[in-house]
C-alpha cells in the first residue's frame, strides 16, 4: 500500500526557508515519479516542483523557480523540497504526490494516484 507523509511545515518569516520532507514506503520510490503540489485556502491546487523516477528529471512552475529545489533520496525513500526566500504568498498546505509513470514529471494533480495528508507553511512576519 502507497504511503505518504509530509513533514517540515511551519512557520517563517518572509525570506526565510524551508525543506520538506516526503516519506514513502509501500513502494519502490525508484519507480515512480514525486510531486510536490500546495493548495492555499480559497485556491486551486496547484503544482509546484516534480522529480522523475527514471533521470531525475525535474521540473518547477515559474511561481518558484530559482527559490525552490526538488531532490530524491532513494535508498532513504525520501524526496524533499527545499524553500528559500520564501514568500507570504507561498503560504498554503503543501502535498506530495506519486505518479507511477515514472519517466514523466508534470505538474498536473490528476496525473497522481496517490497523495500524502499535506503540510501546512506559513510565510508571515
Known amino acids: 500500500q502507497v504511503q505518504l507523509v509530509e513533514s517540515g511545515g511551519g512557520l517563517v518569516q518572509p525570506g526565510g526557508s524551508l525543506r520538506l520532507s516526503c516519506s514513502a514506503s509501500g513502494f519502490t520510490l525508484d519507480y515512480y515519479t514525486i510531486g510536490w503540489f500546495r493548495q492555499a485556502p480559497g485556491k486551486e491546487r496547484e503544482g509546484v516542483s516534480c522529480i522523475s523516477g527514471t533521470d531525475g528529471t525535474t521540473d518547477y512552475a515559474d511561481s518558484v523557480k530559482g527559490r525552490f529545489t526538488i531532490s530524491r533520496d532513494n535508498a532513504k525513500k525520501t524526496v524533499y523540497l527545499q524553500m528559500n526566500s520564501l514568500k507570504p504568498e507561498d503560504t498554503a498546505v503543501y502535498y506530495c504526490?506519486?505518479?507511477?509513470?515514472?519517466?514523466?514529471?508534470?505538474?498536473?494533480?490528476?496525473?497522481?494516484?496517490?497523495w500524502g495528508r499535506g503540510t501546512q507553511v506559513t510565510v508571515s512576519s
Open positions: 504526490a506519486a505518479d507511477p509513470d515514472y519517466g514523466l514529471c508534470v505538474l498536473l494533480p490528476n496525473q497522481y494516484d496517490d
